[in-house]
């Protein structure tokens, strides 16, 4: 069985990013920003509320404290430090959810933290770290240090596949700065061939092994909304 899950929340004051309200019924898992990529603390409560309504299970979706980059740059901190960060930024998130009586579901870095938590240990241990803290499986890509490193831990590992990503030939993702538009009958073709075959094509066409415990949509994506219903659409004999 696999679950759909979005990051999302992503808005800040006056200002909107994505159609949350028009996702939310397409999607099983909320990975919801936390204030330091995007986010504030009306939007956080604000997107709890969304996703109680709807059945909806909420993650932490933490970054580095980029919000001018919208957390899309890597930045250079000591483990110690971004652990503190992270534990920061979940404890915040975690307010919200006891507030409604709902559970922290699991923990989701977002953008270059998420990135190069896949290819460096050290990162990847210092999230663990806070991620220990609250008691929560993580979520990332398989075969890479984010399961060498997470799925060694008792709380679990949630492997993911992207729908509106690209991935290279090596099976690493292509984080971009800026979403591009995908094409919603191809995103859920793809997220089947994951879900049911275990395989991926990367941008020059190779086919890479893929695990996906969950398929992963973005509120940012241009024309998020339809690809999150075909997505939706296709996936129902495997949902969770």
């Not at 997505?231 to 495997?238: E, I």
Request: hydrophobic share 45%; proline share 4%.
């Amino acid at each position: 069985m696999v679950a759909i899950n979005c990051d999302m929340g992503e808005a800040y004051s006056i200002y909107r990013c994505g159609d949350d309200e028009g996702i939310m019924p397409y999607i099983t898992v909320a990975n919801v920003a936390c204030g330091f990529h995007a986010s504030d603390p009306v939007v956080m409560r604000a997107t709890v509320a969304l996703a109680e309504r709807h059945s909806v299970r909420v993650g932490a979706h933490p970054s580095f404290p980029d919000r001018d980059g919208f957390g899309r740059r890597e930045l250079k901190m000591d483990a110690d430090e971004l652990t503190a960060s992270v534990v920061y930024q979940v404890g915040a998130l975690a307010g919200f959810l006891r507030e409604r009586g709902m559970e922290l579901n699991h923990i989701k870095a977002h953008g270059a933290l998420y990135g190069l938590a896949a290819r460096d240990e050290a990162t990847a241990k210092a999230v663990g770290a806070a991620a220990d803290v609250f008691d929560v499986p993580l979520m990332g890509m398989a075969n890479t240090v984010h399961e060498r490193v997470w799925g060694a831990r008792a709380q679990g590992f949630i492997a993911e596949y992207y729908t509106d990503l690209d991935y290279r030939a090596d099976g690493s993702l292509i984080i971009t700065r800026e979403h591009v538009a995908y094409d919603p009958a191809a995103a859920a073709e793809g997220a089947v061939r994951a879900v049911r075959d275990g395989v991926a094509t990367s941008v020059d066409g190779t086919e890479i092994p893929m695990r996906a415990d969950c398929v992963c949509v973005h509120s940012d994506t241009p024309g998020a909304v339809d690809l999150a219903k075909a997505v939706h659409a296709a996936l129902q004999p495997y949902l969770s």
